[in-house]
């Protein structure tokens, strides 16, 4: 007896001499969607993690860039217009804001939860709460303790300090 297989599909070629049909089969078994179910929630989990560490290293290091970036203008804000600016710190609210000693306010920045950076914790680490550039852009340290002044922000575990000098020059480092 010969076979004859053009008459067959590909899938029964093989079983066509013994007469066992394969039983066709659609979908995946529930073990299998349990293990792929397992494997992915393992995997986002991972990913969560790894990307919750990266926000929170990222918000504290932009944070404190802004800050570097604010105090060089606020220098060159004071040597330009020949007036005195102001960097109030409100560490309570995570924000502070720079004026010119004449009241007129240049720039706010908010830390605080809404916001584009948000930080936990805003430190300025001086006796009082606030730095004057004068008209020559030089900002008097005294309460600093020490040559440098410096602020701390903090995101979640992660912190960068920015040292500035008196002529405000800063950099940014985590502490």
């Not at 093989?14 to 529930?30: E, Q």
């Not at 007036?83 to 720079?98: K, M, R, T």
């Not at 020490?146 to 995101?155: D, E, I, M, N, P």
Request: hydrophobic share 45%; aromatic share 8%; proline share 1%.
């Amino acid at each position: 007896m010969a076979l004859d297989f053009r008459n067959s599909s590909r899938a029964e070629a093989p079983y066509a001499w013994s007469g066992i049909r394969r039983a066709s089969r659609s979908g995946f078994s529930l073990i299998e969607m349990l293990v792929t179910l397992i494997l992915l929630s393992i995997s986002l989990a991972a990913v969560m993690t790894v990307f919750a560490n990266y926000l929170e290293r990222t918000t504290a290091q932009r944070a404190a860039q802004v800050f570097a970036m604010d105090l060089r203008f606020a220098r060159a804000t004071a040597v330009r217009g020949r007036e005195a600016v102001v960097v109030n710190f409100d560490e309570g609210a995570l924000s502070y804001i720079v004026r010119l000693s004449s009241g007129d306010t240049l720039l706010n920045r908010e830390f605080e939860a809404g916001q584009d950076i948000r930080l936990d914790v805003l430190d300025l680490q001086m006796s009082g709460d606030s730095l004057v550039f004068d008209t020559r852009g030089v900002v008097d340290l005294s309460g600093a303790g020490s040559s440098l002044g410096v602020a701390r922000f903090t995101a979640g575990e992660m912190e960068y300090d920015v040292s500035f000098n008196s002529m405000g020059a800063s950099r940014v480092a985590i502490p």
